[in-house]
């Protein structure tokens, strides 16, 4: 599945239409080069499902806590940028934050690619031009 993104007008619209793709999975990695939208778009994705505060990156805690007191729902927010090792990623209790049925959204997954469950979502996110944007669901 792929979603375009024309201008930044469009981004909650298509924060919508991610989180219908995702739909029950719990994992997913956000893949993109710096710069591509990945926290903008988790930013929106967090809006869409009512989490009490805004998404922010997560770059320097690793992993952001994001909840909604109208949904009771609990959303993981990682970003891997700095991780310089597997072993960093599983003293912090990643396979934990995985098994806990709540939605785990990463960004720089690739870092900790060789230890990402199989059922992992991976989203690609292509920059297309300043303010165009290519999201592919690769189910």
């Known amino acids: 599945m792929q979603i375009k993104i024309e201008s ?8 919508r239409m991610l989180l219908d793709a995702i739909g ?9 080069a ?3 939208g990945k926290t903008t778009l988790t930013s929106e994705m967090m809006k869409v499902l009512k989490m009490d505060d805004e998404a922010s990156s997560p770059t320097f805690a690793i992993v952001n806590e994001y909840h909604s007191s109208e ?3 609990t959303v993981y927010h990682f970003d891997f940028y700095r991780i310089e090792s597997l072993a960093e990623a599983l003293d912090i209790g990643i396979e934990d934050y995985w098994d806990s049925g709540c939605l785990c959204l990463m ?3 690739e870092n900790i ?20 944007r290519l999201i ?4």
Request: aromatic residues 2%; proline residues 6%; without cysteine.
């Open 113 to 132: 690619e060789d230890i990402l469950p199989e059922e992992t979502l991976v989203v690609d996110i292509e920059e297309l031009s300043d303010s165009s």
């Open 107 to 109: 960004e720089w997954a």
């Open 71 to 73: 949904t009771g729902k």
């Open 34 to 36: 710096m710069g591509a």
């Open 136 to 139: 592919t669901v690769n189910d």
């Open 8 to 15: 930044p007008a469009a981004i909650p619209d298509a924060a």
């Open 24 to 32: 029950d999975r719990t994992i997913v990695a956000l893949r993109g």
